[in-house]
Structures are given as structure tokens and as C-alpha cells.
């Protein structure tokens, strides 16, 4: 038989090591040892996570790590039975969600294995026991303005969150009756199971399936709030909005879902940018149409031109064509990491009188002489002049 490595060694920790340090180390086993990120074998991952959490189990617990610190493994085998560790001891799910949910719940959609980390290593039956006792999460969208999304802040929002039912004080089981003793598991709220193999007795315990692991079945659920101890309500809530949010930006806030037997889920709130009349938003850049006259856009001209911090005089040069672009560097939305601004880019737009005075009419005439006498140069694609007074 293969001699148990000491569970200190396992995670990497003193023996005085405190519960944070232990805490630590795990978080971050668990981060080197997920199948879909460890370069090795699949199967060895599985173990070692098994490995590191039964040692962690041990260690968070005061009275489990005295009895090892003071027998060795001898003094925890009675814990786990003669079968040793298995998932059904594991007592810490709360710091587990903790570390998964920070790990892979955010990109469990984008890469696909956000759910898969409770099948791999607890089996399917585990997740569905464990995760169906967590409340729902909630999804609320809400809008800004393209002003709001760059300069980033606090906004308060009111949004539809679960509370305590005033009627039942989340008993869920209506005024003036009151729950019976589940037939099932005799109200200790668990089934358990035994089996023989050999020599060896196994002994199995879950939450029973009946009762949900209460222990008591509810024959008069509340009419208020139909058993769940929870109703909906408005709750104003402060948000932070970092500057330079994106269209369709997810901010998460714990505990504000509904509320389930392992406790409330957790509330998302999609952001939404307006479209604005002026600006364009193309990445961190932003995009605006500036109209000149034909005149200033051969002479130049400054112009004074709003931004997403307020106006600016811009000078625009002679010989500006229509369609040019120029661009205000630093101007544009701020980057979400932090790492500077965008630019705000302005395009050209030159504007052609439909019609002219008599007198603006034969200034441009005698332009036209002129340019005619230097050879028609700047005429373009379209060929030569061939007939005089063009305009009329």
C-alpha cells in the first residue's frame, strides 16, 4: 500500500499555516490542475484534485486538523470511513463556487467548460445535488448614454431583486399551518446508504431527494410567495460603470438573485449604449461628420467641433478634400484596462451650393479663366473644360 503523502506537503503549506495561506495554496492548485489547462494527463489532473481537496478538507477544519496534526492520517480515517476520502465529505462547496466562479463561471460561455468543472471531478449527480439548492441568477439590462459610458461612474438603478416574504418570513409554508416530518428520511434530511463488499461495509449518506435535505415536507406552501420565502421587489441599487464600457458589457453583482436553500443567486446587469446623434463608436475610436463650404475647404478654415469632452477648435488645412479624415488623438474612449484613450476621428464633408448669386457666379467665372490659362490644372478625371459658364 502506497504511504499517504502528508497533507501539509500536498498544498504546499507550513504547519502553522493559517487558514488564508491554506486557502491560497488551494486556489491556486486548482487553478494548475483543471484538465482543460494542465498539459498533462487528463486522469492524473483528476486525482491530484482530489488529492489537494482532501487535504484542504482536513486543514479548514479545527477539529479534523487537530486530529492530524496529533495522529496522522490515523486520526481522520474514522472521518472518511474505511474507504477513505470521497466527494460526499467534502464540506467546503461555498469556497469551492467561490473559486470557480472567479475561475471559469464568467468564461464558461465564451470557451465552454464553465459548467463542465463539477462533472468532471464530482460526477453529474453531484453538481445536480448541490448546485440545485443555489437560487436563479437574475438578468437586467439597462441603457446609457455614449457621455456616460466614457466618463464611467456611479449610477443608481432600480431593479427587480428577491427578498424575504413578509407573509411567511421565508418559511415558505403558510401562516397557521405547519410542515410534517418527512416519511422518507425520518427528518434528519438524509438517506443513507449501506453495502457490502467482501469484508468491506460501505456506508453512503445524501441529502434526501424527498425533503430536499430539510427534513420536513411542506403540505401548505405560503400563497404569497408559493413556497419559495422569497418575493420580488424594486430595490434601488448602486452600480459602478467603468469608463470606456462596452455595448453589451455584463456587471456582476453577488447574492442579488433569488434565493435558493444554499442561498441567493446572483444578479447581471447588461449594459447598453444609446446610439448618439453625432458620434460614431468604432472600438475605442469615435467617428464625426464636419461639413465646410467648398471655400474653406480650398482656402482652410478653423472650425469649432464637439467632442465626448467638450469643444475644440480645429484647424482645417487648404486643399482639404471631401472624405478626408483628421484626427484629434486622445479624444476617443477611454480604454476599459486603463491603457490610454481611443482617438476622435472627424470626416470630411464638403458642401456644394445647389445655387449661387450673380455676383458669386462670376467670381467663379473668372476663377475658372484663370485656372483655364494655367493649363486647367486640378481639373480632375472629368477632362477639360470645353464650354465657358459651366454653371448655368
Known amino acids: 500500500m502506497n504511504k499517504k503523502k502528508d497533507y501539509y506537503e500536498i498544498l504546499g503549506v507550513s504547519r502553522n499555516a493559517t487558514k488564508e495561506e491554506i486557502k491560497r495554496a488551494y486556489r491556486r492548485l486548482v487553478r494548475k490542475y483543471h484538465p482543460d489547462v494542465y498539459k498533462g494527463d487528463r486522469k492524473e489532473a483528476e486525482e491530484k484534485f482530489k488529492e489537494i481537496s482532501e487535504a484542504y478538507e482536513v486543514l479548514m477544519d479545527d477539529e479534523k486538523r487537530a486530529l492530524y496534526d496529533r495522529y496522522g492520517h490515523a486520526g481522520v480515517q474514522q472521518t472518511f470511513g474505511p474507504?477513505?476520502?470521497?466527494?460526499?465529505?467534502?464540506?467546503?462547496?461555498?469556497?469551492?463556487?467561490d473559486i470557480f466562479g472567479d475561475l471559469?463561471?464568467?468564461l464558461g460561455d465564451f470557451f465552454g467548460f464553465g459548467r463542465s468543472i463539477f462533472d468532471t471531478f464530482f460526477g453529474r449527480g453531484w453538481r445536480e445535488?448541490?448546485?440545485?439548492?443555489?437560487?436563479r441568477d437574475i438578468y437586467y439590462d439597462f441603457s446609457i448614454t455614449l457621455e456616460e459610458a466614457a466618463k464611467g461612474g456611479e449610477k443608481v438603478l432600480e431593479v427587480p431583486v428577491s427578498v424575504l416574504c413578509n407573509a411567511c418570513n421565508g418559511t415558505g409554508i403558510e401562516p397557521g399551518t405547519s410542515p410534517k416530518r418527512c416519511p422518507h428520511c425520518g427528518g434528519s434530511g438524509q438517506i443513507r446508504y449501506e453495502s457490502r463488499r467482501g469484508f468491506a461495509h460501505y456506508v453512503r449518506i445524501e441529502p434526501c431527494k424527498y425533503c430536499k435535505g430539510t427534513g420536513q415536507i411542506v403540505e401548505n406552501p405560503c400563497r404569497v410567495c408559493g413556497g419559495s420565502g422569497m418575493i420580488r421587489k424594486m430595490e434601488k441599487i448602486s452600480v459602478r460603470i467603468p469608463p470606456g464600457v462596452e455595448d453589451g458589457t455584463q456587471i456582476r453583482i453577488r447574492g442579488k438573485g433569488?434565493?435558493?436553500?444554499?442561498?441567493?443567486g446572483d444578479l447581471y446587469l447588461r449594459v447598453h449604449i444609446r446610439p448618439h446623434e453625432v458620434f460614431e463608436r468604432v472600438g475605442n475610436d469615435i467617428y464625426a461628420d464636419v461639413e465646410i463650404s467648398y471655400v474653406d475647404a480650398i482656402l482652410g478654415t478653423e472650425v469649432e467641433v464637439p467632442t465626448l469632452y467638450g469643444k475644440r477648435v480645429v484647424r482645417i488645412k487648404g486643399g482639404t478634400q471631401p472624405g478626408d479624415l483628421i484626427k484629434l488623438e486622445g479624444l476617443g474612449m477611454p480604454d476599459m484596462s486603463g491603457r490610454g484613450k481611443?482617438?476622435?476621428?472627424?470626416?470630411?464633408?464638403?458642401?456644394?451650393?445647389k445655387k449661387v448669386c450673380r455676383e458669386e457666379r462670376e467670381l467663379l467665372e473668372k476663377i475658372a479663366e484663370i485656372r483655364a490659362r494655367q493649363g486647367n490644372k486640378g481639373n480632375g478625371r472629368g477632362g477639360k473644360k470645353v464650354k465657358k459658364g459651366f454653371w448655368r
Request: hydrophobic fraction near 30%; charge should be negative.
Open 129 to 135: 445535488k448541490h448546485e440545485r439548492r443555489r437560487g
Open 83 to 97: 474507504s477513505g476520502f470521497d466527494w460526499a465529505h467534502f464540506t467546503h462547496m461555498d469556497d469551492l463556487r
Open 342 to 353: 481611443g482617438d476622435h476621428i472627424l470626416r470630411v464633408k464638403v458642401i456644394i451650393p
Open 104 to 106: 471559469f463561471e464568467d
Open 258 to 264: 433569488e434565493m435558493g436553500e444554499g442561498g441567493p
